[in-house]
């Protein structure tokens, strides 16, 4: 686990990042670490300065490439979701974007792996981790469709992008016990599904914990935009 040391940062006003932890208690939200973490992460570094305004306020921001950075009130529930049973050792986060929810898990769990397929993002991603000192997470152009086997198992796997069926190689690259949080359906709307691997068998649990907007999972990755 990381922690991010906040002196040259830019804290902005701290009364708007309280207000956005109040919406996210009121909305039900409520996993202690997982505020504590969002209040002390600096959100505003992950959009553009000209966007960086709008931070802390509860809703998704552009990051470019027809991307986005995620609502936090998502990021908070899938994060709460995905620790719901116990601390876990090594997650997989399949779509890194901007870095936030990666930066947010980082401070959560031993280690974080996460796959882009957008080599830009990627870049930009990477020069935040460096730049809060996180050395516990391993960025790395893929197209994470299938996972990413070379660092298998996991203990739990995380998708910021939506596929419209479960890709078998995530279910397979879980570990014993291991949890998979990740939004499947159409391009409009789809059910945050949540699904557990019973111990160390092919059998899992599954539920469906809330509608979500993502963006879709694609194939192939993209080294440069034209
Ligand atoms: N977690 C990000 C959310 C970014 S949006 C954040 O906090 O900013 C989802 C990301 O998933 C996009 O950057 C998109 O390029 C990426 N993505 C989509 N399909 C992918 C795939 N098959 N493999 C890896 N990344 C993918």
């Known amino acids: 686990m990381n922690s991010i040391d906040l002196a040259g940062i830019g804290m902005t006003s701290q009364r708007t990042r309280e ?3 109040q919406r996210l208690e009121d909305q039900g939200i409520s996993s202690q670490a997982v505020l504590d973490v969002i209040r002390m992460t600096p959100r505003h570094l992950f959009v553009d300065e000209a966007l960086s305004h709008r931070a802390y306020e509860d809703t998704a921001l552009p990051i470019g490439f027809a991307q986005t950075l995620s609502q936090p009130y998502v990021v908070a529930r899938m994060t709460e979701a995905l ?3 116990g601390p876990l050792q090594r997650v997989l986060e399949i779509g890194t974007g901007s870095g936030y929810q990666t930066v947010v898990l980082s401070q959560l769990v031993a280690e974080v792996v996460s796959v882009e397929r957008i080599e830009p ?3 930009k991603a990477r020069e935040r981790f460096r730049k809060l000192r996180l050395t516990n997470i391993t960025a790395s152009l893929s197209d994470g469709s299938f996972g990413w086997e070379e660092q ?3 203990n739990g796997i995380i998708s910021t992008a939506a596929p419209q069926a479960i890709p078998q190689q995530l279910l397979q690259q879980l ?3 291991g949890i998979l949080v990740i939004p499947v359906g159409g391009e409009m709307v789809q059910d945050l599904r949540v699904i557990r691997r019973l111990g160390d068998s092919n059998e899992f649990d599954e539920d469906v914990i809330e509608k979500v907007r993502f963006v879709p999972l694609l194939g192939g990755v993209t080294r440069s935009f034209r």
Do not use: E, G, M, Q
Request: aromatic share 6%; glycine share 0%; hydrophobic share 45%.
């Open 83 to 85: 620790l719901s049973d």
């Open 175 to 177: 570990a014993p016990n």
């Open 19 to 21: 207000r956005l932890i």
């Open 121 to 123: 993002l990627l870049k």
């Open 152 to 154: 298998a198992p996991y």
